[in-house]
């Protein structure tokens, strides 16, 4: 048992978030928070943080290296200066109210100075008993960071196993063990709390029939990615546990310890696996072995987020993957070969089937851990009835007490950008519950004075990333490295791992420091997600920004080319060597910067538009809210009840009363836009408003748009020409307005997945599963003799939804299988309905009579609305016509273009609850920008050179913005505030008179250059 040594927290004073959890949902509530403007407290219990994110192998849909997406995240958490990072600390109680909390902390000592600890190893190699290490798969002793880029990159030691203290710290040539570290209790004043603690993963050992712990070759979906991970126990090589041989055959078994009712299962729908057995299916395929075999054994599969079916069809057509509709009760092993033999039963057939596999994977969900329920005890705050954080049914990151806000799995099963949103979410009600910060009371980000390079000789720092398997799996990064030494002003030439990490960044820092570098050369990920990061590395170290580049050897290298590894090698010296050539031209460069508007413009006057209006305007911000409705409410006036039972129409009622009621918002409705120009923060939007259609122009620093989507209406199954076919919409609305005609109904029939999931419309409408049971349970509360079918491909009742579907089943609601192959057949006679399907249980083809036909339609995109805003606005869409966030997993909120965020049905399908949800989340992600006094535009504009100018109007005419004019002086003027920075004009120019700043022609000729190795 440790001493407490209690001391008073410095900043207990200040204003600030307390963010317990440091997975990706909490890193991410953080950094919202931190570029508020808000200071933050990031705790943990673990060593380090990053979560479970940081284990995995990849992601899907992009199947991207989870660490190289997450690493600049984690990176950025340890040095913001409104953040501060505790690990190995734990709340222990919290008092007080919403916006005045006091919560004790407790820490771990680490025994280790976190700000001295290299990473080095040392003290694991001679004291690995003590040294703690992850424990499970990895053999590799001893290491107590979870993955190459902890956050802190620094070892704990258990110091009761130590037995020579002394010895140990003289192992540490950092001198950083520190002997006396002490358990340390503090108190420190909060204005509100983000929970964002996920969950654990079952543990199938207590599961007596798949050999759970007992089998080698039977592992966990994380034991398996662990295994493909190039920071797991056998550095990227698929192999099985029992011989290290390469499998040819595995299989996945979904629901595991999920969907059940037998001993150690849970009721609920975990909601990834599904996911991720078809990502590490399809990774296998395409890192491994074409000829690998893998089969997934599901119940129903559910890839229902957006773009999520595109990725199952793809895993069926292009990879092979076997799709076997089957829950195999048990695995038996081959004692001597540790192969594995799994007997199912399929739907279609009477006769069971046993086949052998060399591997079998199982895929678990989540679970709350005691730990996390001892939490929810400390914090008051209440759970539901499968211990997850209880939350209000309109406002998903709520809690029982105020002042207390949820994200990420520890509210509900979910994936890795629902967490997000959901940490944005939560970041903007925390933010809430602060003070307003006054424009004048911002302060900017501070950097040292810049170095003035202009008189030094070029020194260029090159740093090569191998991101694991992603690039030093291909290439030979030690060649890359000795190749970009042959240059001579190349000073230092150096592998740095994972590049993007906290000590690898640490460590070029200082190299640059050490040898006076003058520019640097980043051989690694995509510039698109990195390139900010390590251009503020360079403003830490005194180095104007613009003196870096970056070369991207992952994406347009090793990942096109990894079949190809000499011809990637070659390709690998000639991107370099371009990135070193150009590298040589780059020269400081001053960023434009303009006052910010502080105003904000709300696209969509629906419950997602609307949300986020008010969240804005209760943080002081000046929002325009624009509708093109006579009146606000949107879609969701058209459903009476959630499948919760919440009445819909009163909390729309409520909410459009508080919209118009306040007083920094401005609502237009009968309004279009029908221009705009400006550029982030500074942009103005034409308007067309009334009944008149008045023009008006808005001022504004960003942009949400929530126009949402229109409700499905395809011409199939006798939908408006058969007498009795509705859609669930229009059921929704009978169930209110006419309950006599409800329970005189004998038969109903739904048919699920209308106008989905075809070829027409590829994507899963994610809401028509928990539509058609919400509908078929209000029909049995009327009248319990109702006898209701539902006809399906695939239920898809995700998370907690799953509760709604058993008690369907519960109360007699029969669902019937369909396939693409065997849709329903409906049919009129005598003024009656029919509808035929061939049930696979029964083996032959049923006819019902229904006194009402409900069609599960679904929505899609309003093409002509996302289409003319894509085109005014000249942001990028969807095949199937919805907007295209900037990064499907880390940035589902932001869009390509700065200042423009989406939230709601535009963004994708899904229900009332989670388009609120993406709303707070819009008007948090918003707040990081509206909280900053100037909007910076880059360097990268339009400058023309007087003397070459021949003013012959082909830049004015070129220029798609309208930028370019004529002065008094006679030659070409390009105003540095309005340039877009395209360089269409520059291209144009037949006088050469126009350079686009970092990009101008000698640093492209300098690139040409080195990639056809000539000497510049």
Same mark, same amino acid.
């Given at each position: 048992m440790q001493n407490l040594d209690k001391k008073d927290d410095k900043q207990s004073d200040k204003d600030r978030v307390l963010v317990i959890?440091?997975?990706?949902?909490?890193?991410?509530?953080?950094?919202?928070?931190?570029?508020?403007?808000?200071?933050?407290?990031?705790?943990?219990?673990?060593?380090?943080?990053?979560?479970?994110?940081?284990?995995?192998?990849?992601?899907?849909?992009?199947?991207?290296?989870?660490?190289?997406?997450?690493?600049?995240?984690?990176?950025?958490?340890?040095?913001?200066?409104?953040?501060?990072?505790?690990?190995?600390?734990?709340?222990?109680?919290?008092?007080?109210?919403?916006?005045?909390?006091?919560?004790?902390?407790?820490?771990?000592?680490?025994?280790?100075?976190?700000?001295?600890?290299?990473?080095?190893?040392?003290?694991?190699?001679?004291?690995?008993?003590?040294?703690?290490?992850?424990?499970?798969?990895?053999?590799r002793a001893p290491t107590c960071m979870r993955y190459p880029q902890a956050t802190p990159y620094a070892f704990s030691i258990d110091m009761d196993k130590v037995e020579d203290i002394a010895e140990l710290q003289k192992v540490c040539k950092a001198n950083a063990i520190l002997a006396e570290d002490k358990t340390t209790q503090t108190d420190i004043k909060v204005g509100s709390v983000v929970l964002s603690v996920g969950a654990d993963l079952f543990n199938p050992d207590v599961l007596d029939n798949y050999g759970g712990g007992k089998y080698p070759n039977v592992v966990t979906g994380l034991e398996y990615e662990r295994i493909m991970s190039a920071s797991g126990p056998f550095q990227g090589s698929l192999a099985r546990v029992s011989d290290r041989k390469r499998p040819k055959k595995i299989a996945w078994i979904q629901c595991v310890g999920s969907r059940g009712i037998n001993k150690g299962d849970v009721t609920y729908c975990s909601g990834v696996c599904c996911m991720y057995a078809l990502k590490e299916a399809i990774v296998t395929k395409e890192r491994f072995e074409e000829e690998i075999e893998t089969t997934i054994f599901y119940m129903d599969m559910r890839t229902y987020g957006k773009d999520y079916e595109r990725y199952f069809n793809r895993a069926k057509d292009e990879y092979n993957v076997r799709m076997i509709r089957s829950r195999p009760h048990s695995i038996i092993e081959n004692t001597k070969t540790h192969d594995l033999s799994l007997t199912y039963a399929l739907e279609e057939e009477a006769l069971q089937t046993t086949e052998e596999f060399d591997m079998v994977v199982l895929s678990t969900g989540f679970r709350v851990g005691d730990a996390t329920i001892d939490l929810a005890n400390k914090l008051g705050i209440e759970l539901n009835e499968h211990n997850f954080a209880q939350t209000d049914h309109f406002n998903s990151v709520k809690t029982s007490r105020p002042g207390v806000y949820v994200c990420g799995v520890y509210e509900s099963p979910k994936d890795i950008p629902e967490t997000i949103v959901q940490a944005s979410a939560a970041a903007a009600m925390a933010s809430a519950d602060l003070p307003t910060i006054l424009a004048e009371d911002r302060v900017d980000d501070l950097f040292p004075l810049e170095r003035d390079v202009s008189a030094e000789a070029v020194k260029i720092g090159v740093f090569v990333c191998d991101c694991g398997v992603d690039i030093g799996g291909v290439v030979d990064v030690g060649k890359v490295i000795e190749y970009a030494k042959t240059n001579s002003d190349v000073a230092v030439a150096k592998a740095v791992g994972y590049g993007c990490s906290a000590e690898s960044m640490v460590q070029i820092e200082s190299l640059i420091l050490e040898h006076g570098l003058n520019r640097v050369v980043i051989g690694g990920c995509s510039p698109r997600t990195h390139e900010s990061k390590f251009q503020d590395l360079l403003r830490r170290v005194g180095l104007n920004r613009y003196l870096v580049e970056i070369v991207n050897l992952r994406d347009q290298n090793t990942w096109p080319h990894r079949g190809q590894p000499e011809l990637a090698q070659e390709k690998a010296y000639k991107l370099l060597q371009m990135g070193i050539s150009g590298v040589r031209k780059n020269h400081p460069l001053m960023d434009n910067t303009l006052p910010m508007s502080q105003n904000a413009l709300v696209v969509?006057?629906?419950?997602?538009?609307?949300?986020?209006?008010?969240?804005?305007?209760?943080?002081?911000?000046?929002?325009?809210?624009?509708?093109?409705?006579?009146?606000?409410?949107?879609?969701?006036?058209?459903?009476?009840?959630?499948?919760?039972?919440?009445?819909?129409?009163?909390?729309?009622?409520?909410?459009?009363?508080?919209?118009?009621?306040?007083?920094?918002?401005?609502?237009?409705?009968?309004?279009?836009?029908?221009?705009?120009?400006?550029?982030?923060?500074?942009?103005?939007?034409?308007?067309?408003?009334?009944?008149?259609?008045?023009?008006?122009?808005?001022?504004?620093?960003?942009?949400?748009?929530?126009?949402?989507?229109?409700?499905?209406?395809?011409?199939?199954?006798?939908?408006?020409?058969?007498?009795?076919?509705?859609?669930?919409?229009?059921?929704?609305?009978?169930?209110?307005?006419?309950?006599?005609?409800?329970?005189?109904?004998?038969?109903?029939?739904?048919?699920?997945?209308?106008?989905?999931?075809?070829?027409?419309?590829?994507?899963?409408?994610?809401?028509?599963?928990?539509?058609?049971?919400?509908?078929?349970?209000?029909?049995?509360?009327?009248?319990?003799?109702?006898?209701?079918?539902?006809?399906?491909?695939?239920?898809?009742?995700?998370?907690?939804?799953?509760?709604?579907?058993?008690?369907?089943?519960?109360?007699?609601?029969?669902?019937?299988?369909?396939?693409?192959?065997?849709?329903?057949?409906?049919?009129?006679?005598?003024?009656?309905?029919?509808?035929?399907?061939?049930?696979?249980?029964?083996?032959?083809?049923?006819?019902?009579?229904?006194?009402?036909?409900?069609?599960?339609?679904?929505?899609?995109?309003?093409?002509?609305?996302?289409?003319?805003?894509?085109?005014?606005?000249?942001?990028?869409?969807?095949?199937?016509?919805?907007?295209?966030?900037?990064?499907?997993?880390?940035?589902?909120?932001?869009?390509?273009?700065?200042?423009?965020?989406?939230?709601?049905?535009?963004?994708?399908?899904?229900?009332?609850?989670?388009?609120?949800?993406?709303?707070?989340?819009?008007?948090?992600?918003?707040?990081?920008?509206?909280?900053?006094?100037?909007?910076?535009?880059?360097?990268?504009?339009?400058?023309? !050179?007087?003397? +070459? %100018?021949?003013? #012959?109007? *082909? $830049?004015?005419?070129? @220029? /798609?913005?309208?930028?370019?004019?004529?002065? =008094?002086?006679?030659?070409?003027?390009? !105003?540095?505030? +309005? %340039?877009?920075? #395209?360089? *269409? $004009?520059?291209?144009? @120019? /037949?006088?050469?008179?126009?350079?686009?700043? =970092?990009?101008?022609?000698?640093?492209?000729?300098?690139?040409?250059?080195?990639?056809?190795?000539?000497?510049?």
């Amino acid at each position: 048992m440790q001493n407490l040594d209690k001391k008073d927290d410095k900043q207990s004073d200040k204003d600030r978030v307390l963010v317990i959890g440091g997975g990706v949902g909490g890193i991410r509530a953080a950094l919202d928070l931190a570029e508020s403007r808000r200071d933050v407290l990031l705790i943990d219990k673990s060593y380090s943080i990053g979560g479970l994110m940081t284990q995995l192998d990849r992601t899907f849909p992009t199947n991207n290296c989870d660490l190289c997406t997450v690493a600049p995240d984690l990176s950025a958490s340890g040095r913001d200066r409104y953040l501060e990072v505790k690990p190995m600390t734990r709340v222990e109680r919290l008092t007080g109210v919403a916006g005045d909390f006091t919560a004790t902390l407790v820490t771990e000592p680490r025994f280790i100075d976190i700000d001295k600890c290299t990473g080095c190893g040392e003290c694991a190699q001679k004291f690995p008993e003590a040294v703690r290490f992850t424990p499970g798969l990895d053999p590799r002793a001893p290491t107590c960071m979870r993955y190459p880029q902890a956050t802190p990159y620094a070892f704990s030691i258990d110091m009761d196993k130590v037995e020579d203290i002394a010895e140990l710290q003289k192992v540490c040539k950092a001198n950083a063990i520190l002997a006396e570290d002490k358990t340390t209790q503090t108190d420190i004043k909060v204005g509100s709390v983000v929970l964002s603690v996920g969950a654990d993963l079952f543990n199938p050992d207590v599961l007596d029939n798949y050999g759970g712990g007992k089998y080698p070759n039977v592992v966990t979906g994380l034991e398996y990615e662990r295994i493909m991970s190039a920071s797991g126990p056998f550095q990227g090589s698929l192999a099985r546990v029992s011989d290290r041989k390469r499998p040819k055959k595995i299989a996945w078994i979904q629901c595991v310890g999920s969907r059940g009712i037998n001993k150690g299962d849970v009721t609920y729908c975990s909601g990834v696996c599904c996911m991720y057995a078809l990502k590490e299916a399809i990774v296998t395929k395409e890192r491994f072995e074409e000829e690998i075999e893998t089969t997934i054994f599901y119940m129903d599969m559910r890839t229902y987020g957006k773009d999520y079916e595109r990725y199952f069809n793809r895993a069926k057509d292009e990879y092979n993957v076997r799709m076997i509709r089957s829950r195999p009760h048990s695995i038996i092993e081959n004692t001597k070969t540790h192969d594995l033999s799994l007997t199912y039963a399929l739907e279609e057939e009477a006769l069971q089937t046993t086949e052998e596999f060399d591997m079998v994977v199982l895929s678990t969900g989540f679970r709350v851990g005691d730990a996390t329920i001892d939490l929810a005890n400390k914090l008051g705050i209440e759970l539901n009835e499968h211990n997850f954080a209880q939350t209000d049914h309109f406002n998903s990151v709520k809690t029982s007490r105020p002042g207390v806000y949820v994200c990420g799995v520890y509210e509900s099963p979910k994936d890795i950008p629902e967490t997000i949103v959901q940490a944005s979410a939560a970041a903007a009600m925390a933010s809430a519950d602060l003070p307003t910060i006054l424009a004048e009371d911002r302060v900017d980000d501070l950097f040292p004075l810049e170095r003035d390079v202009s008189a030094e000789a070029v020194k260029i720092g090159v740093f090569v990333c191998d991101c694991g398997v992603d690039i030093g799996g291909v290439v030979d990064v030690g060649k890359v490295i000795e190749y970009a030494k042959t240059n001579s002003d190349v000073a230092v030439a150096k592998a740095v791992g994972y590049g993007c990490s906290a000590e690898s960044m640490v460590q070029i820092e200082s190299l640059i420091l050490e040898h006076g570098l003058n520019r640097v050369v980043i051989g690694g990920c995509s510039p698109r997600t990195h390139e900010s990061k390590f251009q503020d590395l360079l403003r830490r170290v005194g180095l104007n920004r613009y003196l870096v580049e970056i070369v991207n050897l992952r994406d347009q290298n090793t990942w096109p080319h990894r079949g190809q590894p000499e011809l990637a090698q070659e390709k690998a010296y000639k991107l370099l060597q371009m990135g070193i050539s150009g590298v040589r031209k780059n020269h400081p460069l001053m960023d434009n910067t303009l006052p910010m508007s502080q105003n904000a413009l709300v696209v969509g006057g629906g419950v997602t538009g609307m949300t986020a209006a008010l969240k804005l305007a209760e943080q002081g911000v000046r929002t325009y809210l624009i509708e093109r409705a006579p009146a606000l409410g949107g879609l969701a006036q058209s459903i009476s009840k959630t499948i919760e039972g919440d009445d819909v129409g009163a909390f729309i009622t409520d909410l459009v009363e508080r919209v118009t009621a306040h007083e920094n918002i401005h609502v237009m409705t009968r309004s279009i836009i029908v221009d705009h120009s400006g550029m982030p923060g500074l942009f103005k939007t034409g308007i067309h408003t009334g009944v008149r259609m008045t023009y008006m122009q808005i001022d504004h620093g960003v942009t949400i748009l929530a126009t949402g989507a229109l409700a499905n209406r395809p011409k199939e199954y006798g939908l408006d020409s058969l007498n009795g076919v509705v859609t669930q919409l229009e059921l929704d609305s009978l169930l209110d307005a006419d309950t006599d005609k409800i329970a005189a109904m004998e038969q109903v029939v739904m048919i699920q997945c209308v106008g989905s999931r075809e070829e027409s419309n590829p994507n899963c409408s994610r809401i028509c599963c928990q539509a058609a049971i919400k509908n078929a349970l209000r029909i049995k509360e009327i009248n319990p003799e109702t006898d209701i079918f539902v006809l399906y491909r695939d239920i898809r009742t995700y998370g907690f939804q799953e509760d709604y579907y058993r008690k369907a089943r519960d109360l007699g609601v029969k669902f019937i299988r369909f396939s693409l192959k065997t849709k329903p057949v409906v049919r009129e006679e005598d003024g009656k309905l029919y509808v035929s399907v061939h049930d696979f249980i029964l083996g032959q083809t049923i006819e019902i009579e229904a006194d009402c036909l409900a069609l599960s339609t679904g929505l899609v995109a309003d093409d002509e609305t996302t289409e003319d805003l894509a085109m005014i606005f000249h942001l990028p869409r969807t095949e199937d016509h919805y907007f295209l966030e900037d990064h499907v997993k880390l940035r589902p909120i932001d869009m390509a273009v700065r200042g423009f965020f989406i939230a709601g049905t535009i963004h994708s399908p899904k229900t009332i609850r989670e388009s609120i949800t993406q709303a707070l989340a819009a008007a948090g992600r918003a707040q990081t920008l509206l909280s900053k006094k100037e909007i910076n535009l880059g360097a990268a504009v339009a400058h023309v !050179d007087t003397n +070459k %100018c021949a003013s #012959c109007l *082909i $830049c004015v005419r070129a @220029c /798609p913005f309208g930028i370019p004019f004529i002065n =008094a002086d006679g030659y070409s003027q390009i !105003d540095p505030d +309005k %340039c877009q920075g #395209c360089g *269409i $004009c520059a291209a144009e @120019c /037949p006088a050469k008179a126009i350079q686009l700043m =970092a990009y101008e022609d000698d640093q492209i000729l300098a690139k040409l250059d080195g990639l056809f190795e000539r000497v510049n």
